[in-house]
């Protein structure tokens, strides 16, 4: 296959970066947004219910139009962030939808402010139905919203507050060197390098390579103290300036997940612990060891992996979707025959891997960095996923484009288990198979038990802050006794992992984020599992589902697919599918 196969054409998009219809579209854009803010300023509020409805339409035609060469100049700039053509128009982009979005903020504002009962009577006028969601979303926290001058003067204040104590966390976390002797050499490593060998061979290099990592974190621990307590303390005051019940509860608001809902997804995960205990036992077994210690949960259990080229990855990924339905494999399919996908890694290029669905007119992009792993498959399929979901909800208009945040992953992390049960149906190597099962179980363990256990603990931190400052002892407490709940006897917890906590930056960062991933890939499981018991008839829920992109609630979304996200037996429904691929496991073992 020639080399420029395995690039993206962006010229889907525009014929090239210096096309006079590029310029054209960035040129129009001040003076659209300009005409725009002269026309409803300071007026949403005495619009009709015709007049709003448009008014939102044309909004929504102009985030349309601008978002194509957005995606573009993005899309250049993540291929070669060295070219200076590229950074330009990104840097251009970038500088003028700040602009745009300054322009328009108002829109917004004054949609939020609309009283209750001129929202009412939109909400009864039928023609507004395919707005209502996008409209509850900008609305959901009017409740909690302060007075203009109150918010503007928080937000000053928080630049020397909560803000100036994230990047103190940021600053000192990443100005970390660790040193410690790998293969007979005393080397330097970074935070990550140093984690990465996790997935060492040797049980020696995983537990220094731990402790090196977390005793530097607790040498800061008058800092990280400071640090948590005071997240935790302003937190708390903001809850009581905005009227939260709980310190979850802006979290749930934003995901649009009830309360309860979460609280069952976290008790059903806490009732299955003893399935990530039965898995590590059988771990510590392939070792030969009496019991994992925490350093050991993700060591390698074969001693060569497998690679793959990338037609093979690629038919791979394809067939599996294939199998599921023809249309999906034809949509699949269709990225890499159309040229949609940037495949190989390479110097400049962004690293990791993402999909870009850009507007419901325009076709989706892939960015991989394929290197011929295991792993690199499974990101194959993961993107795709999301390539697949961009395509089927392109029927939404554009407001209503994008996956509600806690379904975003569903057809990605639904994509890999198509993935993984193809390949262990057709691999007859029980080293392959037994490699593939542990892949997944500690995939799931990982997006499921940990962020349980994460959550709690943050939730703790949380409640316990309020009755007066944590000491670092009280906090390891705390991280240890949740830990200890997932681990029960079959995990030893190594001494420096009383530090654990520290360097967890959603922490920080995204405040009780950890429990999303739970429920993202829970719902996937459960997802598959209705799957496997009701074949075909279970298809065009999923389908459904899909196709209604951002229109709905994640609760109405799930319904969909004839889900029901409050009931705890549902959640139950992924655990017995991670039983399954254990006891798949057991039969080789
Ligand atoms: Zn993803």
Redesign the pocket.
């Known amino acids: 296959m020639p080399q420029t196969d395995l690039t993206w054409n962006t010229a889907l998009l525009y014929p090239a970066p210096d096309s006079p219809e590029l310029e054209a579209d960035l040129g129009s854009f001040e003076k659209l947004a300009a005409d725009f803010r002269d026309k409803f300023f300071e007026k949403t509020a005495t619009l009709d219910n015709t007049a709003l409805l448009a008014a939102i339409r044309e909004y929504e035609a102009l985030q349309n139009l601008m978002s194509k060469p957005f995606c573009y100049a993005h899309l250049l700039f993540a291929s070669d962030s060295g070219n200076e053509v590229y950074r330009a128009i990104s840097q251009r982009c970038s500088e003028l939808g700040n602009k745009l979005s300054q322009q328009l903020l108002f829109f917004d504002l004054e949609l939020m402010e609309l009283s209750d009962d001129r929202f009412e009577s939109f909400r009864a006028f039928p023609e507004a139905a395919n707005y209502l969601h996008f409209l509850e979303g900008i609305r959901k926290f009017r409740p909690h919203t302060l007075k203009e001058n109150e918010e503007r003067l928080l937000t000053r204040k928080d630049l020397t507050g909560v803000r100036a104590f994230t990047k103190l966390f940021d600053e000192l976390s990443a100005s970390f060197s660790y040193q410690m002797e790998l293969d007979g050499e005393l080397k330097t490593f970074t935070g990550e390098e140093l984690l990465s060998l996790l997935h060492h061979t040797s049980p020696d290099v995983r537990f220094r390579a731990m402790t090196v990592f977390l005793e530097r974190h607790g040498e800061h621990g008058i800092v990280y103290n400071a640090v948590f307590n005071n997240m935790a303390l302003d937190h708390g005051q903001e809850m009581e300036l905005r009227q939260y019940q709980t310190p979850i509860q802006p979290t749930n608001i934003g995901n649009e997940i009830p309360d309860e809902a979460v609280e069952h997804l976290m008790c059903v995960t806490e009732a299955n612990y003893g399935l990530a205990q039965e898995y590590f036992r059988i771990k510590a077994g392939i070792f030969k060891m009496e019991k994992l210690r925490n350093c050991d949960v993700y060591a390698p259990v074969a001693e060569a992996e497998r690679k793959y080229d990338f037609a093979e990855a690629k038919a791979v990924v394809v067939d599996s979707y294939r199998e599921y339905s023809p249309e999906f494999g034809n949509i699949v399919e269709a990225f890499f025959t159309e040229r949609r996908v940037d495949v190989l890694p390479r110097t400049g290029k962004s690293g990791g891997a993402f999909a870009m669905g850009i507007s419901p007119e325009l076709p989706p992009f892939l960015l991989l960095n394929f290197t011929g792993t295991l792993r690199d498959l499974a990101t194959i399929a993961?993107e795709a996923g999301?390539g697949l979901h961009f395509v089927i909800s392109q029927k939404q208009s554009l407001l209503n484009y994008h996956a509600p945040l806690p379904l975003a992953?569903t057809a990605?992390v639904f994509g890999e288990m198509l993935l993984t049960r193809r390949l262990l149906d057709n691999e007859q190597d029980p080293v392959v198979r037994k490699s593939l099962l542990c892949a997944k179980i500690e995939d799931i363990i990982a997006t499921t038990f940990r962020q349980t256990v994460l959550t709690r603990f943050e939730l703790r931190l949380h409640n316990e802050r309020t009755a007066g400052l944590l000491s670092n002892d009280r906090i390891s407490e705390i991280w240890l006794e949740e830990n200890g709940k997932l681990f029960g006897d079959s995990v030893e917890m190594i001494p420096a992992y009383s530090w654990g906590w520290s360097y967890i930056s959603h922490f920080i960062h995204s405040r009780f984020y950890c429990y999303s991933y739970t429920f993202a890939e829970l719902l996937v499981l459960a997802l598959f599992q209705k799957y496997r018991e009701e074949g075909d008839s279970f298809k065009p829920g999923y389908h459904a589902l899909l196709e209604s992109g951002g229109a709905l609630s994640p609760a109405e979304t799930a319904r969909l697919a004839g889900i029901d996200i409050t009931d705890s037996g549902f959640w139950q429904k992924g655990y017995d599918v991670l039983a399954g691929l254990i006891e798949e496991l057991k039969q080789i073992v």
């Open positions: 993961h999301h992953e990605s």
